[in-house]
């Protein structure tokens, strides 16, 4: 049963509410009758989108940015007097149509405007009864009494109750508006007449021309509760009353000019850089790139890449002598190796043979004296062999000076903000992006002593984890924004696939602010990411 039937038991109800209740309440009441000037006429040759459908819609908009955006409280009250003009005037131009269905479906849209308007005009101290009895004026027996059935109607008294126990149960006012129209109900039990009449009418406006799309886009939006722009919503609620007088093409062109004044430049994404791992998006997940193909660079260099195999066997057999550390790193640099020459990857290879050069000096602490020998010997051709690749010459001599300190403050912000992006969005990063970042990352973190109060990590392995997160955000970075330019994040609030997906980039999000964050400014690498990140901030927040 709805909460209320009639608009006796809703002013009832609206009584001793604040008037910030009542404004919300019918602004919402009018946006849902929106549909409804789908068949909306006109006698002569007037034109019914320039006399009730553009008027009807500006007395939608106001009331709802009055309610999602009450600090313009002040600046909306004006812009709602002057509105209530053109939603009267809707009103008596459906009046004046010769078809009464279409007559009073247009007029019941005006009407629920009006009122919502005149609930913004009255919503100051001094006139807060006013407000709260233009709210229950815009009551739904009367708005669809002549246009739909009995169980529309009744739908529409549901969707308000749905409004007011949120109310009760403590949601702002300002979040209220925000949200779907339907609150609770899915496109399945919304009125099909309203599904209908939206569809007509969406297609009505835009034959007869494109430029309505500030409107469907808009309404689209209001009935999926997506994130809206404060500046564009106030700046669209207070054009000028001169140039609403000029008609929808004025109209639609300034509000064009507005989305556009309103709308985040998509920022350039710079080159991608060496890297001692690279990334790739597949199926929504960041996977780690497969090694290119690789050839002898010098002849005999295939036979050096066997024997470096059986030295590494060999050496893995006895464990890595007494520290654990060294049998994984072994075992990293075995893989790295390939299962075949074609296969190796010599930017990994580089990266552990470096870790692995690392030990050198403490080799006689590690090995006993015979594996010793052998590990000297494998560092010296590690080192040789990695040497010929010129993809791995050339990563090492592209990698920049930096403050030591500084990077490695931006190690730990990496770490961060990856584990930021994978409690958000867990599965995002796949598995082996994991291990691969999680390498790295170990490498780059020292092990603190009683000491050093501040170590630090062997610069390469600071600089090759942070090239690879670079690369790895990058990758991140290009997908996501693909989204958006594909129109995706229009429609984030429809469906459950939907959902996931702005879950997906809400994640890439977080990370990416974080990140830009902690190393803004210190990195000449990473400065992308701060515009990157403001870009993203302002199109996933709610």
């Known amino acids: 049963m709805p909460k209320f039937g009639d608009r ?13 209740w009542a404004v919300v309440l019918a602004a919402r009441v009018a946006l849902r009758t929106v549909p409804f000037l789908a068949d909306a006429e006109v006698r002569g ?39 209530t003009v053109d939603a009267a005037a809707a009103g008596d131009a459906a009046d004046a149509a010769y078809a009464a269905a279409a007559a009073n479906a247009a007029r019941a849209a005006a009407y629920a405007a009006d009122s919502a308007v005149f609930a913004v005009y009255a919503a100051d101290a001094a006139r807060a009864d006013a407000a709260a009895n233009a709210a229950a004026r815009a009551d739904v027996a009367t708005v669809v009494a002549f246009a739909t059935t009995a169980a529309t109607t009744a739908a529409f008294w549901r969707a308000l109750g749905r409004d007011t126990d949120a109310l009760e149960d403590g949601i702002a006012p300002e979040d209220l508006a925000g949200r779907s129209l339907w609150i609770a109900e899915g496109p399945e039990e919304r009125p099909e007449i309203v599904d209908d009449s939206w569809l007509r009418l969406r297609s009505r406006l835009l034959d007869a021309d494109p430029g309505w799309r500030v409107w469907t886009d808009w309404y689209q939006a209001r009935l999926d509760g997506a994130p809206s722009n404060e500046a564009l919503e106030v700046a669209r609620a207070l054009i000028p009353n001169e140039v609403w007088r ?8 300034e509000i064009a000019r507005l989305i556009e004044e309103h709308t985040p430049k998509r920022p350039d994404l710079p080159p991608a850089l060496p890297t001692p791992v690279a990334f790739e998006m597949q199926d929504g997940a960041l996977h780690r790139a497969p090694a290119p193909s690789v050839e002898a660079p010098v002849a005999g260099m295939e ?22 550390r060294i049998g994984r790193l072994l075992d990293r640099c075995r893989e790295a190796l390939g299962g075949s020459f074609s296969e190796l990857d010599p930017m990994r290879l580089g990266v552990h043979a470096d870790r692995l050069n690392g030990y050198a000096e403490r080799a006689g602490e590690i090995f006993l004296p015979t594996d010793e020998a052998d590990f000297l010997r494998l560092n010296a051709e590690l080192a040789h062999f990695v040497a010929q690749f010129p993809d791995w010459v050339g990563y090492r001599a592209s990698l920049p000076e930096a403050d030591p300190v500084a990077e490695q403050a931006a190690v730990g912000a990496a770490i961060s903000a990856i584990g930021e992006i994978e409690q958000a969005a867990p599965g995002l990063i796949a598995p082996d992006a994991r291990e691969s970042l999680g390498e790295l990352a170990e490498a780059a973190t020292p092990e603190p002593t009683p000491d050093t109060t501040t170590p630090l990590a062997p610069p390469l392995a600071r600089k090759s984890f942070l090239r690879a997160t670079r690369d790895a955000f990058l990758k991140l970075g290009t997908w996501v924004l693909e989204r958006v330019a594909t129109g995706v994040q229009k429609g984030f609030e429809k469906g459950v696939e939907k959902h996931v997906e702005a879950v997906v980039c809400g994640g890439i999000t977080l990370g990416f602010v974080a990140l830009a964050s902690a190393i803004a400014g210190t990195l000449p690498e990473f400065a992308w990411l701060g515009p990157v990140a403001a870009y993203l901030s302002r199109l996933f927040s709610s």
Request: charged share 25%; aromatic share 8%; glycine share 10%.
């Open 8 to 20: 006796k038991s809703f002013e009832k109800w609206l009584t001793d509410k604040p008037r910030e």
């Open 303 to 324: 036979n050096v890449w066997r024997g470096l195999i059986d030295l590494l066997e060999d050496l893995g057999a006895g464990g890595g002598g007494n520290d654990h």
């Open 45 to 83: 040759d007037d034109d019914p989108l320039a006399a009730i459908v553009l008027p009807t819609l500006r007395a939608t908009a106001a009331p709802w940015v009055a309610a999602e955006y009450p600090t313009h409280g002040a600046g909306l009250q004006a812009a709602a007097f002057d509105a």
């Open 246 to 253: 000029e008609g929808p093409k004025a109209v639609n062109a």
